[in-house]
């Protein structure tokens, strides 16, 4: 590995493409991280070795399990929730809301969900599905009636990505 990172450094300094060496991780997945090799460098500088990244959007951890980024994704969502109850408190109509919530807070669930999605665990599935049930719960929260007819209509996350990844594969 040390004689790739120095041939791929020195053809970007030849291209006048440095490597940022503060930006540059190791992870060390499968096997290796019970016997690990020795740090590699760059530069005379030690490559820091992580056991999580985010990688475009992606928390990627080396057991490359998803719970640290269905946490990421349920913390970003929540934020952009409390935005959604600002806005009920507003009286911002209910169609509004359903579009903000469709528009804004649903897509935080959805992002790059044919990577991870097929890997989840029941309970970080149900962990993401609370996501649109308190956004439910905030939009129609008048009128319980509404909660569950909300609910029922519309299909959960779930089904969604499940959806996102067969059109993807489809298309392929």
Same mark, same amino acid.
């Given at each position: ?32 991280? %019970?016997?690990?090799?020795?740090? #590699? ?7 820091? =070795?992580? @056991?999580?990244? /985010? *990688? +475009? ?7 490359? %399990?998803?719970?640290?980024?269905? #946490? ?7 934020? =952009?929730? @409390?935005?959604? /109850? *600002? +806005? ?85």
């Amino acid at each position: 590995m040390q004689h790739e990172i120095d041939e791929i450094n020195s053809w970007s300094c030849d291209n006048h493409m440095n490597i940022n060496t503060k930006k540059t991780k190791e992870m060390l997945i499968g096997t290796l991280r %019970k016997n690990p090799p020795t740090e #590699l460098q760059l530069n005379g500088n030690e490559i820091e =070795r992580v @056991h999580s990244y /985010k *990688l +475009l959007g992606l928390r990627v951890t080396d057991s490359l %399990k998803w719970q640290e980024h269905v #946490l990421s994704i349920c913390s970003k969502a929540a934020k =952009r929730l @409390h935005f959604l /109850k *600002l +806005l009920k408190h507003a009286s911002v109509s209910i169609d509004d809301l359903l579009y903000y919530y469709q528009s804004v807070i649903r897509p935080v669930t959805e992002y790059a969900c044919v990577v991870w999605h097929t890997s989840l665990t029941k309970g970080q599935t149900k962990h993401l599905e609370t996501i649109q049930r308190r956004a439910i719960k905030i939009i129609f929260a008048n009128n319980p009636d509404d909660v569950a007819n909300a609910l029922y209509t519309l299909p959960s996350l779930s089904d969604r990505r499940d959806k996102l990844t067969r059109d993807f594969l489809t298309a392929c």
